[in-house]
């Protein structure tokens, strides 16, 4: 292995066409590359939400690989591509199983493979549970922005569902200058509302911090409020607790019930992508044979091709597209590659030419 400021883009002269060096790039380096850029990082993803609203992207289904023994447990591939300035297509491979925590270990791991736009050459490795985490978590803040133009700044941020993606997003809305009154945190596990808590205790922007034993309670007294549990159906089911109107960023898709979405304002990444899986969106389409309850994408609201009304319940509801891993990833690359610190894995291509 080497150490390198050599890029997959950089590496050929101009018109000549060369195989890529192979880089791997290990969490540290990842979030090294990420850490304290909040701002950029959500510019980064409103700019590639942008190119794929615009068609500048190839976006194809997730696939679930699941397993008989191992019900709870999948392993998700999300293939792409991304134009723009972005330019790079590419794999996340990305691992859910949610015993781990029990285990002491993260529910969620994955790699991103870079391929060359040229080529096709795979280029580089990176280690994407941080990338995968810092994507979702700045859609959410991305979207927080958004939505929350035209009505009364939230002040009151509820989170149900606290393990690594909740401290992300409170990572993501805190360093793009939100400010709360009041932090609820609600989690079926103890440990998990006791660890949310101490990080928030920590973390210097906190408001007043509340643990909730009821999601009840936490809804009705949040103005934004966080979805990031891993719950396989909706264990949310009464429109009444939303009278209130808040905002909600409903990142693990499948909390609430169907009736909820449909007394709501609803708004997803992409629409073919999130209506699947038996997401709530789904289970709402399934319910009404249609897909009359969607107001359209955040690029939509982004664009100005809808405008979302100020006296309902909005739900924002991302399904995660794989082309905000590979913009996000490859900003990464980037980064380390321009602190000269790739470390490139030597003849990884090997046997090059067609007759030896
Ligand atoms: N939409 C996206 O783009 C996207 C991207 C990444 C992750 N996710 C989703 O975010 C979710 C959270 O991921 P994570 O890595 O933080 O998981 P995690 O396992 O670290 O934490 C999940 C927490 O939710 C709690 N929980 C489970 N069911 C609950 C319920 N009914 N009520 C309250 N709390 C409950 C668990 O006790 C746990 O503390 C997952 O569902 C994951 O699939 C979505």
């Known amino acids: 292995m080497t150490t390198a400021r050599s890029t997959a883009t950089d590496s050929a002269m101009p018109g000549q066409v060369t195989v890529p060096p192979f880089a791997v790039i290990s969490g540290a380096q990842v979030q090294q590359a990420l850490q304290g850029r909040e701002p950029e990082i959500v510019d980064l993803v409103e700019a590639t939400y942008r190119v794929h609203g615009a068609g500048d992207s190839v976006n194809p289904p997730s696939y679930f690989l699941r397993f008989p023994d191992r019900p709870t447990s999948r392993i998700i591939a999300l293939p792409a591509s991304i134009g723009g300035e972005v330019r790079v297509d590419g794999l996340k491979w990305i691992s859910s199983f949610p015993q781990n925590v029990a285990a002491g270990i993260p529910r969620a791991s994955a790699v991103l493979i870079l391929n060359d736009h040229d080529t096709g050459y795979p280029f580089a490795c990176l280690e994407s549970s941080i990338i995968s985490a810092t994507r979702t978590a700045a859609s959410a803040a991305l979207a927080a922005d958004w939505l929350s133009r035209g009505r009364r700044r939230p002040t009151h941020v509820g989170f149900i569902g606290v393990g690594l ?15 709360f009154d009041e932090v ?3 989690d ?11 990080y928030l205790e920590q973390s210097d922007i906190a408001g007043r911090i509340t643990v909730h034993d009821s999601a009840e309670e936490l809804v009705r007294t949040s103005d934004l409020v966080v979805f990031a549990t891993v719950a396989g159906e909706p264990h949310v089911t009464d429109p009444s607790w939303f009278q209130h109107h808040p905002l909600v960023l409903h990142v693990s898709l499948r909390d609430l019930a169907p009736e909820i979405l449909l007394a709501s304002t609803n708004l997803v990444d992409d629409v073919d992508h999130c209506l699947k899986a038996n997401t709530s969106p789904h289970l709402a389409e399934q319910l009404t044979g249609n897909r009359d309850f969607l107001l359209g994408t955040l690029d939509d609201v982004m664009t100005g091709r809808r405008t979302v009304p100020a006296d309902t319940t909005v739900v924002f509801s991302p399904f995660g ?11 990464v690359y980037d980064e380390v590659s321009r602190s000269g610190e790739l470390h490139v894995i030597d003849d990884f291509f090997h046997e090059r030419r ?3």
């Open 354 to 356: 067609r007759y030896g």
């Open 188 to 198: 079926l596990s103890y440990q998990s509302a006791a660890g949310f808590r101490g």
């Open 184 to 186: 609820g945190v609600h």
């Open 321 to 331: 597209l794989g082309v905000l891993d590979l913009a996000v990833g490859k900003y």
């Open 165 to 179: 993606i909740a401290r992300y997003i409170h990572t993501f809305l805190a360093g793009t200058g939100w400010s």
